[in-house]
């Protein structure tokens, strides 16, 4: 709450209503499914957020990343129904956005030796974040198209393309052990959302260099960025961050989240 207050007083009491209204389910409990969401399905219905919190750095992250898109939802509420939704490749801005303000704040206040493990996970996360869902993305392009040529798939020929995809990935950095080639069907993205994983490299890479502009602008930033987020789906994306002076573009936008990540994480450990 203090990192998103220390962002946009308007923010802070978004995020601040979560937990004044028990919005937040966290706790533990037997039958409950595992992962972590934020629902929000229509402008005039509160988004809630479901996790399963054990109070370790993971899932403060866990619960940064929802809090916005919790943000994201309340204020693209003033959209109607059939713009209140983002397109997939917007809809982790904000989220991931959030985890870049917790992680600020975190990094300025942990000790040295917390700090380089907590570095060292998030450069985890970030080759989950990059490289994995690429990595992803890539077998479903081929799989999809796999089976238009052919009118089927079988299961074993997914997995043996998924597993030229990993070998692709990690080359010989790790021994990828027999049974991962059938990791793809157990990732619900794939079979409930086609081509989502795309979008969380998208927004990754493009929240990275948001908020480098932030950094630089200071709060002439925030007007901007909660303009972004209250616009919902009501326009193309691209035109979206033009409000924000991001071009995608540009070659070089792009190449900001690497240096980045090289500059305030990798250099640091």
């Known amino acids: 709450?203090?990192?998103?207050?220390?962002?946009?007083?308007?923010?802070?009491?978004?995020?601040?209503?979560?937990?004044?209204?028990?919005?937040?389910?966290?706790?533990?409990?037997?039958?409950?499914?595992g992962g972590a969401f934020c629902s929000y399905n229509i402008p005039n219905y509160k988004p809630f957020i479901l996790m399963n919190y054990t109070g370790n750095m993971r899932d403060v992250m866990t619960l940064a990343h929802e809090l916005g898109h919790g943000v994201h939802g309340t204020l693209s509420s003033k959209q109607n129904l059939l713009n209140y939704h983002t397109p997939l490749t917007m809809a982790e801005v904000a989220s991931v956005f959030g985890e870049m303000l917790v992680m600020d704040k975190l990094l300025k206040e942990l000790d040295e030796e917390e700090k380089k493990v907590f570095i060292a996970s998030k450069i985890e996360d970030m080759f989950a974040t990059m490289f994995r869902q690429n990595m992803f993305a890539r077998f479903e392009i081929q799989s999809h198209e796999m089976i238009d040529k052919n009118g089927m798939a079988t299961y074993d020929e997914l997995s043996d393309l998924y597993e030229k995809e990993l070998k692709i990935m990690f080359g010989d950095s790790v021994k990828i052990p027999e049974e991962y080639k059938y990791e793809w069907s157990s990732i619900p993205h794939m079979i409930g959302v086609p081509f989502y994983v795309y979008a969380y490299n998208f927004a990754n890479l493009l929240v990275i260099a948001l908020y480098e502009k932030y950094l630089e602008e200071g709060k002439d930033f925030v007007p901007k960025y909660k303009e972004l987020l209250s616009s919902g789906g009501n326009d193309a994306p691209e035109r979206l961050l033009d409000k924000v002076g991001i071009d995608i573009t540009k070659k070089e936008f792009w190449e900001k989240g690497f240096k980045y990540i090289e500059r305030e994480l990798i250099s640091k450990l």
């Open 1 to 33: 709450m203090d990192s998103y207050y220390e962002f946009d007083k308007e923010i802070g009491d978004i995020v601040k209503s979560f937990f004044d209204e028990n919005r937040i389910h966290s706790e533990i409990i037997p039958g409950k499914r």
